[in-house]
């Protein structure tokens, strides 16, 4: 079974725009994380938001964590063409031990248009 | 560093065959992990180890092999490949409670 589920699962905007993606999940945390998978390619790891954060910054990416509502998003400034990917919300399931075992949402495919 | 390599790339197999899917990692992380990713969906783990000599099952386990002799090596054995085994499988390296790094990728498709 799948712990998150993000919103909306496609966007499609033009350069420049901001792009916001949604993820919520069902179990307590002790992180989440969000990752972006190009086409045919590996995951790349973006930030990590810890349990006890609430807004985490780097470079055009902004990420929110309520665990109250078990939600976070992830705002994409200024998108550019190379933005144009899949981004993937994972938790850790609040196991606890050195090994966060991840538990991924179904994704957003996001397109940005030059 | 190469990171975390996969091979094959791509892979056919007929079904009933067998088959290893090679990962290694150079970073001497002691955390690895496989999963499977299908079409439409996130990415499911399969199994993970914590450290040389120990490993445990994920959230789809059935139909596969895992061992690990060394930090750097996780070897994924598919023992009687079937149709439902077709998908795109990613193997992790992790130094701990936090991010993870992925390979490339094998594409396996069972005939």
């Known amino acids: 079974s799948q712990q998150g589920e993000e919103d909306p699962q496609a966007l499609s905007i033009q350069e420049g725009e901001n792009a916001t993606m949604n993820c919520s999940y069902k179990t307590s945390i002790n992180n989440l994380q969000w990752y972006r998978q190009n086409s045919g390619r590996g995951l790349v790891h973006l930030i990590l938001?810890?349990?006890?954060?609430r807004e985490k910054h780097s470079g055009r990416l902004r990420v929110t964590l309520d665990t109250s509502k078990k939600s976070s998003s992830l705002l994409i400034t200024a998108s550019r063409a190379a933005d144009t990917a899949s981004y993937f919300c994972a938790t850790d399931g609040g196991f606890s031990g050195g090994y966060n075992k991840l538990i991924f949402g179904a994704g957003t495919r996001l397109a940005v248009h030059p | 560093n190469a990171g975390v390599t996969q091979t094959p790339k791509f892979q056919v197999l007929k079904t009933g065959q067998s088959m290893t899917l090679q990962c290694a990692q150079d970073m001497n992380h002691e955390y690895m992990s496989w999963y499977r990713q299908d079409p439409g969906m996130g990415l499911r783990l399969i199994h993970y180890s914590v450290g040389a000599g120990i490993t445990d099952q994920g959230e789809v386990p059935n139909g596969y092999n895992v061992s690990r002799s060394t930090t750097e090596d996780f070897p994924l054995r598919l023992l009687s490949a079937a149709p439902s085994q077709t998908s795109v499988y990613f193997c992790?390296?992790?130094?701990?409670?936090?991010?993870?790094?992925f390979g490339p990728g094998t594409r396996l498709t069972v005939l």
């Open positions: 992790a390296s992790s130094p701990g409670q936090g991010r993870n790094y």
């Open positions: 938001i810890r349990s006890n954060e």
